[in-house]
């Protein structure tokens, strides 16, 4: 496996006030992943990318909302979410120091 393919898998993080609370309390942090990925490949990825070491991973599939803007009807995309929890001692930071 090349390099590159850790780096695809994560898309983004998650960052609202539930993600931060549960980072803070708890070592778990939220990305956006492919859809395609499985917890070993997510697993994996985290620990190469971030340096870090995983302890679990779960994975959810998060339906898109449907919005209306007037008469127009549209609906977000899906998504795949994984939470993982680092083990005791590990973080990673993101906004830290902005």
Same mark, same amino acid.
């Given at each position: 496996?090349?390099? @590159?393919?850790?780096?695809d898998l994560i898309i983004e993080p998650i960052t609202t006030e539930k993600t931060t609370k549960q980072k803070d309390e708890h070592g778990q942090i939220s990305f956006s992943v492919d859809p395609k990925a499985n917890r070993i490949e997510?697993?994996?990825s985290i620990e190469k990318v971030f340096n870090v070491k995983v302890a679990s991973v779960r994975t959810l599939n998060i339906k898109g909302k449907i919005?209306?803007? &007037?008469?127009?009807? &549209?609906?977000?995309?899906?998504?795949?979410? @994984? =939470? =993982?929890?680092?083990?005791? &001692?590990?973080?990673?930071d993101f906004f830290e120091g902005v």
């Open positions: 496996m090349s390099t @590159a393919w850790f780096y997510i697993k994996r919005k209306r803007r &007037g008469r127009i009807l &549209g609906k977000r995309k899906d998504y795949k979410k @994984a =939470v =993982v929890t680092l083990m005791p &001692g590990e973080r990673i």
